[in-house]
């Protein structure tokens, strides 16, 4: 069911929960590859033959760092694909203040903060401009961000006063 939203600017912005099955189902058309985690060869003792058994966590061993260093890569890319999806999909369109109607693309002047394409977070890509026009053009102010989040996550984020609520009950 979709909700309209409106951001302390005016805008209103129309919204739904994005189903988590939508979420696992798009995920898996991620084009990265997981890393496998290495695993030792080794000799059975007892047995008398050679088996393959997984690598103990070990920041001296130059494979286990190469493994970590890959595994942090693909988390990082898996959590910007899946975060971007998610805010595509959950924000259906806006209408800014003073319009009639809502659309749901990027204003035609709208260009993605050059820094963020040097940082290589976003480009300027067709698919990804709508996405850099959400995160950093329409939701501006953090109280805004979070709204819409409580929305398109299904309200699974806590609201700044029940942060602060469990922030107070602790003895200071």
């Not at 080794?42 to 997984?54: D, F, L, Q, R």
């Not at 260093?69 to 899946?82: H, P, S, W």
């Amino acid at each position: 069911m979709e909700k309209i939203v409106t951001l302390s600017d005016g805008t209103e912005v129309k919204c739904f929960v994005v189903p988590v099955w939508m979420v696992v189902d798009v995920e898996r058309t991620l084009e990265i590859v997981r890393p496998e985690e290495p695993k030792k060869k080794v000799k059975s003792i007892v047995a008398g033959h050679t088996e393959e058994i997984p690598y103990t966590e070990d920041d001296t061993d130059p494979e286990w760092l190469e493994y970590k260093n890959a595994l942090a890569e693909y988390q990082k890319e898996d959590e910007r694909f899946t975060t971007g999806f998610v805010w595509d999909a959950g924000v259906v369109g806006w209408k800014l203040p003073g319009k009639k109607k809502f659309t749901s693309d990027p204003p035609s002047d709208w260009v993605t903060p050059p820094v963020l394409e040097r940082m290589k977070i976003f480009s300027s890509h067709v698919d990804a401009r709508r996405v850099s026009y959400i995160k950093y053009g329409l939701l501006t102010e953090v109280k805004d961000t979070n709204t819409v989040a409580q929305v398109i996550y299904g309200g699974a984020l806590l609201s700044s006063e029940e942060v602060d609520g469990a922030v107070n009950s602790f003895p200071s």
